[in-house]
Structures are given as C-alpha cells and as structure tokens.
C-alpha cells in the first residue's frame, strides 16, 4: 500500500501543492477567475482542516485515557491526561453547536472573494477596449510611445474612455444578487433568466450576516432585518448571530453557484435547460 506522495489522489495533491504554496503568489493582479477558485479551495480546506482538527483532539484524549487505564501512570501524566480532557470538552462543544465560530470566519472568506470577483473582473472587461486600442495605437507608432510619460498615458485613456464610451461602474452596493447584477448589466453581462428567489434570499442573509460580524461583533441590528427580513424567522433585534454547518452548506453553496454563474457569462453561457433550481447543490462535499 503506497503511503506518502505516491498515494495522493489528484484532488487531495492539488490540495496539499495549494497549501505547500499559495498560486496567488506566482501571479500578479489581474488573474481574477484563477484567483477567485484559489480562494475559495483555501477557505474550503483550512475550514475542513479546523473541523477534522476538532475531531482528532476529542479522539486523542480518549485513546490516552484508555492507554492511561490501562498501563497506569504517574503524576505528572495524570496532569497532561487532564489538559487533554479539558481540550476535548472544549472540542466537543464546538461540535455540538456546530462549529459556529469556524463557518462565520469561513463566510466572510468565501463572500469577500465573490465581492473580489466582480467588482474587479467587471473592471477588467469594462477597460479591455481601451487597452487594446492604446496597444494597437503603440505598435502602429513606437517612436510616438516611447515619448509618452505617465501623465500623457492616463490623458489618453481618459480621453479614450470618452471617445469609446466606456461605461461608468459604481461600487458595489446593496444585497442580494441586485448587489452584484446592477454592475454587470452595464457590461451587457446581467442575467438572461430570473435569479431563483431563494438564492437571492440567501445571497442577501449572508451579506447582511458579513457586515454584522464585521462591525457589530455578530449582533443583529434593527438595519439588518430591514435589509434582510427573512432573517427575523431566525432571529429578534439584538440576538447574536450563530452559524450552523447547515447555514454554512446553504451559504457557501450561493456564493459558489454564483460565482460560477457570474465566470459563464463572460466564458460560454450555461445552457437554457439548466435548472437554477439545483444551487443548494453546490457546497463542497462533506462541508
């Protein structure tokens, strides 16, 4: 049996090359598909990782009492048994309520990266004309190029921006999928069909969530119910916020599908018959 290198599976070695060494670090701005994949897998994998190290704690305590009841000991290894006990209880209450802590950091993660995607991506495209028309420009007159300062370059792209009507993007604002479908509209890139409403439901919770565990230490505002009623099913005014596994399933689930539906439409449209009904299927196995 190959033991080490020689058994990786292909999924399980790009998982340990990405954690060996970032990709991101290998490329400069500008690789926004690429780097939004890389973050989501790192996210993804250091969460399994905080999980599976949760796990093992609880198993390694009882495998040391066992070995303890068995070929005794003194008293020193009576105190480390009882660091170990304290360090199970401590990982066995964050299994019991569901890891809250690990999938509220997760989310955040997992939502920056899809705010990353499409605020810079729609950057990219929106000023991809004017780019090839000043690389054009400079290959038709390279003694006229290497005369052009900085000042003179950002002259010319403005003055291009106008000439070829580049459309303005405004920052990103809002919940729900409206957060992200306003900006790409002007690129001609919105939607072709409806967004299911339960995505846009769970797009808009996990906005609002973001910016409560950011600035209001997890705490549920009146602002916050506003901006996503649906949320007073679960909780009041004031209530802390406590992420399941199952809300981290729904919500990673959202902010992947979208995210891919977002990359399609610049790289080949998905096909008509799809069902955007299958989201909720899109979280990671096992997550």
């Known amino acids: 049996m190959a033991i ?9 070695r790009e998982q340990l090359e990405a954690a060996r060494h970032d990709p991101r670090l290998d490329r400069g701005h500008g690789g926004m598909v690429a ?44 105190c480390d048994l009882q660091v170990y006990w304290q360090r199970a209880e ?23 990266a899809l705010d990353a995607l499409v605020e810079q991506f729609a950057s990219a495209l929106r000023d991809l004309p004017v780019l090839a028309t000043m690389n054009e420009a400079e290959k038709e007159m390279p003694e006229a190029a290497e005369h052009l ?14 000439l070829l009507k580049i459309p303005e993007l405004k920052r990103l604002e809002k919940q729900g999928a409206a957060r992200y479908e306003r900006r790409l509209r002007r690129l001609g890139l919105g939607a072709r069909r409806p967004i299911p409403k339960d995505l846009d439901r769970a797009l808009r919770e996990v906005g609002v969530i973001r910016d409560l565990l950011i600035h209001r230490a997890g705490r549920i505002d ?15 005014e004031g209530e802390l916020i406590r992420l399941s596994d ?8 959202a902010i992947r599908w979208y995210g891919g539906e977002v990359i399609h439409r610049v790289y080949g449209r998905p096909s008509e018959d799809e069902d955007l009904d299958d989201w909720r299927q899109h979280h990671i196995s096992g997550a």
Request: glycine share 8%; no cysteine.
């Open 90 to 112: 401590l990982a066995q209450a964050e299994i019991e309520n569901s890891h809250p802590s690990i999938n509220a950091q997760a989310l955040i993660g997992l939502y920056s």
């Open 35 to 78: 780097d939004f994949g890389a973050a989501i897998e790192e996210v993804e994998r250091t969460r399994m990782m905080a999980i599976i190290g949760l796990q093992e704690i609880r198993r390694f305590y009882h495998r040391e009492h066992a070995d303890f009841d068995r070929t005794g000991g003194d008293r020193r290894r009576e």
């Open 4 to 12: 080490g290198e020689d058994g990786l599976g292909d999924y399980a």
């Open 246 to 253: 199952e809300d981290y399933r729904t919500y990673s689930a």
């Open 149 to 162: 300062t900085p000042e003179l370059r950002a002259q010319l792209v403005t003055a291009l921006e106008k």
């Open 222 to 236: 009146k602002e916050a119910l506003q901006k996503a009623p649906s949320l007073t099913r679960r909780y009041e």
